[in-house]
């Protein structure tokens, strides 16, 4: 069993930075797929980015270029760097775990956070 905690969210202007971090704990996550979903209130969850255990990263086409997932599997967490964010942004971000690269990118996941709230101003 893997547990996640997400850290970081906050209330930010549009344009502004945030920087998102999970820890995992239970079990090394090193070889898992680790990633982002969000939810906006009345909206379907949705995928934010994703990274393998090798280390190739995708991104929503939503958040190219402006949201950058990393991570460090010495301290068995993930990162999320958000730039340029906009109201459109605001959501409950999640931190997510799948032994599957390819099942996270089609929005699967196997184990997952509570979530840190992300509320974007204009």
């Known amino acids: 069993q893997v547990q996640l905690v997400e850290y970081g969210g906050g209330l930010v202007q549009a344009g502004d930075s945030l920087r998102l971090s999970c820890e995992a704990s239970?079990?090394?996550?090193?070889?898992?797929?680790m990633g982002w979903f969000r939810q906006a209130p009345g909206k379907e969850r949705e995928f934010v980015a994703a990274i393998s255990g090798g280390g190739s990263t995708y991104d929503a086409d939503s958040v190219k270029g402006r949201f950058t997932i990393s991570r460090d599997n010495a301290k068995n967490t993930v990162s999320l760097q958000m730039n340029s964010l906009k109201p459109e942004d605001t959501g409950v971000y999640y931190c997510?775990?799948?032994?599957?690269?390819?099942?996270?990118?089609?929005?699967?996941?196997?184990?997952r956070g509570q979530g840190t709230q992300v509320t974007v101003s204009s």
């Open positions: 239970g079990r090394t996550v090193s070889s898992y797929a």
């Open positions: 997510a775990a799948h032994s599957f690269y390819m099942k996270m990118l089609r929005g699967q996941s196997e184990f």
